[in-house]
């Protein structure tokens, strides 16, 4: 069965440091998107993209963060200027089409900032 | 965003039936009901999803009420396996974004 894959599985990073955290969606799948979790809370909406554009962000998706797919099959979410908050779970995920498709998710990227 | 209560907590036998409520009182006409999972460690895991009609997979049954302000998730067999968090949420037809709550965690006895 496909599946989404993310990696790294676990990224350190130095405080102020830009990461990038890498995806490979579903291949036909046409929406992508990000989640976060925090150690111990719920999981939260990052970002929607579609057809080369993001279509939906959340407040936490400000100007520290942007999305790409830089190629047919990869989708990356880059953090500059990382701070301690930013330690969390990352998840990817995709979907076929919006609205009452499931979205399949990745198993994450653990991104620890010191 | 229409809000989903689910008990924060359940616990159940191996191989027993397993019923998690979800009430959505708030739900509006196009919101899709979904279920998903999350196995500690793992991203979440898709499980079913509805609009109006009961629905089955291999992995679970769905049964929404007629009035749709309530659903309940039914794992036919539990097993060690099944142990995770359960997330209801509603999603708007032409919206993408999930907004997870907190979820009900199902414990499994051996």
């Known amino acids: 069965e496909p599946e989404v894959t993310q990696t790294p599985s676990h990224q350190v990073t130095q405080m102020g440091q830009e990461v990038i955290l890498r995806c490979v969606p579903i291949?036909?799948?046409?929406?992508f998107y990000w989640y976060r979790q925090i150690l111990g809370q719920k999981v939260e909406f990052l970002v929607s993209?579609?057809?080369?554009?993001?279509?939906?962000k959340s407040e936490i998706f400000d100007d520290q963060f942007s999305v790409e797919r830089p190629d047919g099959s990869n989708f990356t979410l880059k953090i500059r200027s990382t701070k301690l908050e930013d330690s969390a779970m990352y998840f990817c995920?995709?979907?076929?089409?919006?609205?009452?498709?499931?979205?399949?998710f990745g198993d994450g990227t653990r991104l620890s900032i010191l | 965003d229409a809000k989903t209560t689910q008990p924060n907590s359940m616990e159940s036998n191996e191989e027993e039936p397993v019923h998690l409520p979800c009430n959505h009182s708030?739900?509006?006409?196009?919101?899709?009901i979904h279920w998903y999972r999350q196995l500690p460690s793992q991203g979440p895991e898709y499980v079913i999803h509805?609009?109006?009609s009961n629905v089955n997979n291999r992995m679970a049954s769905l049964a929404i009420a007629e009035d749709r302000k309530s659903s309940t998730l039914i794992l036919h067999r539990a097993t060690l396996r099944d142990a995770a968090v359960y997330y209801c949420?509603?999603?708007?037809?032409?919206?993408?974004?999930?907004?997870f709550g907190s979820g009900t965690k199902l414990n499994v006895k051996p």
């Open positions: 509805g609009l109006t």
């Open positions: 949420i509603l999603r708007l037809a032409d919206f993408n974004k999930f907004y």
């Open positions: 995920a995709s979907s076929r089409a919006a609205g009452g498709q499931p979205q399949h």
């Open positions: 993209f579609y057809n080369n554009e993001i279509s939906e």
């Open positions: 291949s036909n799948h046409l929406y």
């Open positions: 708030t739900i509006s006409g196009t919101d899709y």
